[in-house]
């Protein structure tokens, strides 16, 4: 996988190796639609923001224009969930106008940009 950063490998011992994986089996990995873990934490959330349908409005947009809409609750909801690491996967036209949103709002962001799938 090819990023903004080069490329992406897994490397074939350490914590990402087939073993490892393995092992990590036998921890079960809690997953969830945000209103079910309302009041509960976790070391880690991943949120998807998914890119809007039709006439549907954007999240983003929302935000930016200080609109107080469900959707938009939601996602607090959800990003106040996670105690340690907070990622959020978003189509890549959406992703400069996420960064400005969170530069706005003085939230520091490592990225990390797909920019092709092959390989």
């Known amino acids: 996988m090819m990023s903004a950063y080069g490329s992406l490998r897994t490397p074939s011992d350490g914590p990402c190796s087939s073993s490892a994986l393995a092992e990590s089996v036998a921890t079960p990995l809690p997953a969830s639609h945000i209103h079910a873990v309302k009041g509960r934490e976790f070391d880690a959330v991943l949120l998807v923001l998914e890119a809007p349908r039709g006439n549907q409005p954007s999240i983003l947009l929302d935000w930016e224009q200080h609109e107080s809409t469900e959707s938009l609750r939601v996602f607090y909801v959800g990003a106040s969930r996670a105690k340690k690491m907070l990622s959020v996967a978003c189509p890549p036209k959406s992703a400069s106008r996420l960064n400005s949103i969170l530069k706005l ?13 092959n390989g």
């Open 105 to 117: 709002h003085g939230i520091k962001a490592d990225w990390i940009v797909e920019t092709s799938v």
